[in-house]
C-alpha cells in the first residue's frame, strides 16, 4: 500500500509560474486519504521557505517541513566541519543550519550548486582546494537550468569544468543519485515499498525513485516524453499523461 508519496517539483507540479493541471487537487486528495506528501528539489538556490511559499500560491498547501532540498540533504550529508561554498542562499542558510563552518582557509569540503554571482575566482579557488585534497561535492548533477531567459547553464555545468579542471570526480547529493530519496524515506518515516516517487525527468527522478527502492510514476507533464522512453536505461513503473490517470493507475485501474 502506498503511504507516502515523493514529488518533484517544476515540470511535474508546476510548469515555471503556472500550476500543471489536476496537481493540487491530487495532493489535496492523497492528503485526505492519509498519504504522507513530501516535495523534493534538485534545486540548491531556495530555501524551504521559498518553495512552500510558490507551492502555496499555486493551491498545494505546504510548509518548511514539507520540502526537502538539494541544499537540505546537501548539509546533512556532510553533517559538520567547514565548506568552502559556491552556490545560493538556499545553500548558505542549510550548510549553516547543520552547523557547517564557511571558510576558503583549508576546508574539508568543497560544495558546489547552482551560483548566479559565479566569478572565476571562486572557481579558481575551489580549483586549488580540491587539488590541495578537500572533498569535491555537488548538489545535484543538472546542466542546465530553465529561466524565463531560457535554459543557463546549471551546478552540472559547474561541476563539469572543476571535474574537467582537477580531475576528480565530484560526490553527487541529489536526483538521480539515491542519497537524497533515502533522505525523503527517513523525513516521512516510512520504508522504500511503502512510497510512490512522482517525476518529469527520466534521467533524474526516476532513477533516483528506483535506486532507493520506491515505485516511480513518470508524469508526462514536463521533461520526459512517451518516445524518451525507449532510450531510458530505467524505466518507471507506472506512466501517466496527467493526474486523472495516475489516480487510475493507483487505485489500479
Same mark, same amino acid.
Given at each position: 500500500?502506498?503511504?507516502?508519496?515523493?514529488?518533484?517539483?517544476?515540470?511535474?507540479?508546476?510548469?515555471?509560474?503556472?500550476?500543471?493541471?489536476?496537481?493540487?487537487?491530487?495532493?489535496?486528495?492523497?492528503?485526505?486519504?492519509?498519504?504522507?506528501?513530501?516535495?523534493?528539489?534538485?534545486?540548491?538556490?531556495?530555501?524551504?521557505?521559498?518553495?512552500?511559499?510558490?507551492?502555496?500560491?499555486?493551491?498545494?498547501?505546504?510548509?518548511?517541513?514539507?520540502?526537502?532540498?538539494?541544499?537540505?540533504?546537501?548539509?546533512?550529508?556532510?553533517?559538520?566541519?567547514?565548506?568552502?561554498?559556491?552556490?545560493?542562499?538556499?545553500?548558505?542558510?542549510?550548510?549553516?543550519?547543520?552547523?557547517?563552518?564557511?571558510?576558503?582557509?583549508?576546508?574539508?569540503?568543497?560544495?558546489?550548486?547552482?551560483?548566479?554571482?559565479?566569478?572565476?575566482?571562486?572557481?579558481?579557488?575551489?580549483?586549488?582546494?580540491?587539488?590541495?585534497?578537500?572533498?569535491?561535492?555537488?548538489?545535484?548533477?543538472?546542466?542546465?537550468?530553465?529561466?524565463? =531567459?531560457? *535554459? /543557463?547553464?546549471? $551546478? @552540472?555545468?559547474?561541476?563539469? !569544468?572543476?571535474?574537467? &579542471?582537477?580531475? #576528480?570526480? +565530484?560526490?553527487?547529493?541529489?536526483?538521480?543519485?539515491?542519497?537524497?530519496?533515502?533522505?525523503?524515506?527517513?523525513?516521512?518515516?516510512?520504508?522504500?515499498?511503502?512510497?510512490?516517487?512522482?517525476?518529469?525527468?527520466?534521467?533524474?527522478?526516476?532513477?533516483?525513485?528506483?535506486?532507493?527502492?520506491? =515505485?516511480? *510514476? /513518470?508524469?508526462? $507533464? @514536463?521533461?520526459?516524453?512517451? !518516445?524518451?522512453?525507449? &532510450?531510458?536505461? #530505467?524505466? +518507471?513503473?507506472?506512466?501517466?499523461?496527467?493526474?486523472?490517470?495516475?489516480?487510475?493507475?493507483?487505485?489500479?485501474?
Amino acid at each position: 500500500m502506498i503511504k507516502g508519496i515523493v514529488f518533484d517539483l517544476d515540470g511535474t507540479l508546476y510548469r515555471g509560474t503556472e500550476p500543471v493541471p489536476g496537481a493540487a487537487d491530487f495532493v489535496r486528495e492523497a492528503r485526505r486519504q492519509g498519504r504522507r506528501c513530501l516535495f523534493v528539489t534538485n534545486r540548491a538556490s531556495r530555501t524551504p521557505e521559498t518553495v512552500c511559499a510558490q507551492l502555496n500560491d499555486l493551491g498545494i498547501e505546504s510548509g518548511p517541513d514539507d520540502v526537502l532540498t538539494a541544499a537540505q540533504a546537501t548539509a546533512e550529508y556532510i553533517g559538520g566541519g567547514s565548506v568552502f561554498m559556491i552556490g545560493g542562499e538556499g545553500l548558505k542558510r542549510a550548510l549553516e543550519q547543520h552547523g557547517v563552518r564557511l571558510t576558503d582557509h583549508q576546508p574539508d569540503c568543497v560544495v558546489v550548486g547552482y551560483d548566479p554571482d559565479l566569478t572565476y575566482e571562486k572557481l579558481a579557488q575551489a580549483c586549488l582546494l580540491i587539488l590541495g585534497g578537500a572533498r569535491f561535492i555537488g548538489t545535484n548533477p543538472d546542466r542546465i537550468i530553465n529561466t524565463e =531567459r531560457g *535554459a /543557463l547553464p546549471g $551546478t @552540472g555545468s559547474l561541476l563539469a !569544468a572543476l571535474e574537467t &579542471a582537477t580531475r #576528480v570526480k +565530484p560526490t553527487i547529493i541529489g536526483k538521480p543519485e539515491p542519497r537524497i530519496m533515502t533522505m525523503a524515506l527517513a523525513r516521512m518515516g516510512l520504508s522504500p515499498e511503502q512510497v510512490l516517487a512522482v517525476g518529469d525527468n527520466l534521467d533524474t527522478d526516476i532513477p533516483a525513485g528506483s535506486r532507493a527502492g520506491m =515505485r516511480t *510514476a /513518470l508524469m508526462l $507533464t @514536463g521533461v520526459s516524453t512517451r !518516445a524518451d522512453l525507449a &532510450a531510458a536505461p #530505467v524505466q +518507471p513503473d507506472w506512466i501517466a499523461a496527467d493526474y486523472p490517470t495516475l489516480t487510475t493507475l493507483m487505485n489500479g485501474g
